[in-house]
């Protein structure tokens, strides 16, 4: 019997890719994750059986017990080691329970490469949900943190990638895997706690008015979360802003930032604001989380740039400028800032949900504290939009 078991693996292992994906409202569903960009060659070992398609098709290009080898982009496909591959994009299969190497990165499911108009290869991991949040909740939070913690975590992690699925459908894929997504490592990056936060609340997931929605979340809010329509165009109970006293343990709750004023100048000169030396950075308003509403910069000769805080923070980056809740100042040609809270601070503070199961709060808790009106489902009982 184990014998039929393996040979129907195999076979369903070696079906065309079409069959891949799981259907939508089920936690197996399929994830493209894009790990690699802009790369002109990338390094592939495969363990076992494995075989490479033309991607779309059931033709197969290359197969083989083992690969390891050089892959970059020619002309008409592709070249593995010394054999070319016609085609515009590959999909990349192993048998059941063996992984996809790229470049030293471990990979669950299959894998797509691509060439892009100016010849260099896009990596597209397609992963089931699940296994693709294994490899993401590592990077969010510590795995160290009490449970409670990181299923809530996990649970927010699940939501807010079904989001992005929907909004990304027709792009080439679902998320990214680094910060303007969710930072995503592969098998590389999974640990016992973090894993068992996933498998633990598996298919959970964060509704309003019965459906998804964005579960923005952050590592430090210092002591207000933000409005989300502060910063985006979108305006739900769950994401308005809620008072955070658990997060004053991190080591982001204060902060201090030197910036010589030369370099903001610069700064903003390429990016086509016309000022000359300044000599004044001054904080015209705040909202009601006591972030930076608009600041006013002036120069030696008068004129003047006013920005929000949200284009000042992404024009000077978002890891010198860790949040927009900051006072400032000027000493010896040096813009000071003195701020709270690091990331944009809307949804889930990831150091105030620390905080709140240290106390003793469990997951449901924290989730419905930081996304107010929200309520926790299953996969399974969303709309069939997803």
Excluded at 48 to 76: C, F, N, Q, W
Excluded at 241 to 247: A, M, P, S, Y
Aim: with cysteine; proline share 3%.
């Amino acid at each position: 019997m184990k014998t039929v078991v393996k040979v129907v693996l195999i076979l369903i292992l070696f079906l065309p890719q079409g069959l891949i994906l799981a259907q939508e409202n089920a936690p197996d569903r399929v994830m493209r994750v894009m790990v690699i960009d802009d790369k002109p060659s990338v390094y592939l070992m495969l363990d076992d059986k494995y075989r490479i398609y033309a991607s779309g098709t059931d033709h197969v290009l290359m197969k083989g017990p083992e690969l390891k080898t050089r892959l970059k982009a020619e002309k008409d496909g592709f070249r593995i080691g010394s054999k070319d591959l016609k085609a515009s994009n590959i999909m990349i299969r192993v048998a059941p329970n063996y992984d996809i190497y790229i470049d030293g990165r471990r990979f669950r499911g299959d894998v797509e490469i691509s060439k892009k108009d100016n010849g260099n290869l896009m990596v597209i991991n397609y992963v089931s949900l699940e296994d693709y949040l294994l490899g993401v909740l590592y990077h969010e939070v510590s795995h160290r943190w009490p449970m409670e913690c990181l299923r809530a975590q996990a649970i927010a992690a699940r939501t807010f990638a079904l989001y992005q699925a929907r909004m990304n459908k027709m792009q080439p894929y679902d998320l990214r895997s680094d910060v303007y997504s969710q930072v995503y490592g592969g098998k590389n990056s999974e640990k016992w706690s973090t894993n068992l936060a996933v498998t633990s609340t598996r298919g959970k997931v964060l509704v309003f008015k019965a459906d998804i929605f964005p579960a923005y979340f952050h590592a430090t809010c210092g002591g207000y979360t933000e409005d989300a329509s502060s910063l985006w165009k979108i305006d739900i109970q769950p994401l308005r802003g809620v008072r955070c006293d658990f997060c004053k343990d991190s080591k982001h709750y204060w902060w201090i930032k030197a910036i010589p004023l030369d370099d903001v100048g610069e700064i903003l000169r390429q990016n086509g604001y016309k000022i000359g030396t300044i000599r004044t950075v001054n904080v015209l308003s705040k909202n009601v989380s006591g972030r930076v509403d608009k600041l006013e910069i002036k120069d030696g000769e008068g004129v003047t740039v006013v920005l929000t805080g949200k284009i000042f923070r992404s024009l000077l980056g978002p890891n010198v400028v860790r949040s927009t809740m900051f006072d400032t100042s000027v000493r010896a040609d040096k813009l000071v800032l003195n701020g709270r809270g690091w990331g944009h601070g809307v949804g889930l503070c990831q150091w105030g949900a620390y905080g709140m199961a240290r106390d003793g709060r469990k997951a449901d808790q924290i989730l419905k504290y930081y996304y107010p009106g929200a309520e926790i489902t299953t996969i399974d009982k969303l709309p069939a939009k997803l």
